[in-house]
């Protein structure tokens, strides 16, 4: 009998305990449907926006990126046009010279001739 009253008060202790516990995880459970889930929800959607306005963000700057490589491209292509524009200059201005220099001297060889 006295064994039975001993394994009643225990069952009547963890019954208790469950029904706190319950209790307990009943107040958590209230708590995260009306508190942390929606402020979760709320963080969820913040970071969702925050990672579309860095997407377009990087659209962008990939675009800028894009146009910045092209216009580097072109003007690499302008200074190789106008570098052969010098070269061909320069031989040009090379040939000038050493015709200029043909005539001086014939120039100098007919005002000799003249001369005598």
């Known amino acids: 009998l006295e064994r039975e009253k001993k394994e009643s ?12 516990e319950i209790t307990d995880l009943n107040a958590k459970l209230f708590d995260l449907e ?7 929800k709320k963080t969820i959607s913040k970071l969702e926006k925050k990672i579309d306005e860095l997407t377009n963000k990087l659209e962008v700057i990939t675009k800028e990126k894009t ?3 092209q ?10 046009e106008m ?5 061909e200059k320069s031989k040009m201005l090379e ?8 005539t001086d001297e014939k120039m100098k060889e007919l005002k000799e001739n003249l001369s005598e």
Do not use: C, H
């Open 9 to 20: 008060l225990d069952v009547e202790k963890n019954k208790y305990e469950l029904e706190k």
């Open 34 to 40: 009306n508190y942390i889930v929606p402020d979760s």
């Open 67 to 69: 146009q910045y490589s």
């Open 71 to 80: 216009n580097v491209r072109a003007n690499e292509r302008t200074i190789r």
């Open 83 to 87: 570098q052969l524009q010098i070269n």
């Open 95 to 102: 040939k000038l010279e050493e015709q200029k220099k043909n």
